[in-house]
């Protein structure tokens, strides 16, 4: 496989469940990002990890914990969601975190409903 | 604040051509990107501009004007597989990338 894999691509959970979304990419980039797209609004960047780091949290609640175990492989553990939470959750790598080119690479995404 | 503006949506025919406008207010610019995003799938690269002017890349061109914090995206021949959303974005002095909401552009018959 090659580019970006997100599992699942959909999820329905209701308020009080734990699930985590898996995002792999076998592109051998060292950064890699969490987004939320919401209908109609810019994409909101959630979480950075550049060589297994984390270098960003952009405010960002507590029931989204993000997971970096290694630069292939990042996850989104989810927990107590609000509906609001309800959204496109879209992971990104790109070759390096940080440079003006630097172009990233999207999985297709995990769509969430919160119940 | 930083804000990057874009028509919400627009609507085109087969076989012509439309122009995507993108205005940003930055702190500070390190480069635009355009990429395609077509419904349920990953949104994709298509252009980088960081100099003024026209960058052409088959039937897509991109063009940028710094002083006026201005890009289009200009697609030619529309085919029904351009059927998508185009989404902007800045880079900032910072390197944070800065997103328009997006363009839903539907080309009919």
């Known amino acids: 496989e090659t580019g970006v894999t997100q599992t699942p691509r959909h999820l329905v959970m209701g308020m009080t469940n734990k699930k985590s979304l898996k995002c792999e990419q076998h592109l051998g980039h060292n950064a890699m990002y969490w987004y939320k797209q919401s209908a109609k609004k810019p994409l909101e960047l959630m979480f950075v990890?550049?060589?297994?780091?984390?270098?960003e949290n952009n405010s960002v609640p507590s029931r989204f914990s993000p997971e970096c175990p290694n630069s292939s492989h990042l996850f989104l553990h989810l927990h107590t969601l609000q509906p609001e939470d309800s959204a496109l959750y879209l992971c990104a790598s790109s070759q390096d975190e940080g440079s003006g080119a630097n172009v990233l690479t999207f999985g297709a995404g995990s769509r969430l409903t919160v119940l | 604040g930083q804000n990057i503006d874009q028509p919400t949506e627009m609507t085109a025919t087969e076989g012509a051509i439309v122009q995507i406008n993108c205005t940003y207010q930055?702190?500070?610019?390190?480069?635009l990107f355009w990429y395609q995003q077509h419904a349920g799938e990953a949104p994709t690269f298509l252009s980088y501009n960081v100099l003024d002017g026209l960058e052409e890349k088959g039937r897509f061109s991109s063009f940028l004007s710094r002083s006026k914090g201005y890009s289009y995206l200009l697609l030619k021949e529309l085919q029904m597989k351009d059927s998508a959303s185009y989404l902007c974005a800045v880079r900032d002095s910072n390197y944070q990338l800065i997103w328009g909401a997006g363009t839903k552009l539907i080309i009919k018959p």
């Open positions: 990890y550049s060589l297994e780091e984390r270098v």
């Open positions: 930055t702190s500070g610019f390190n480069g």
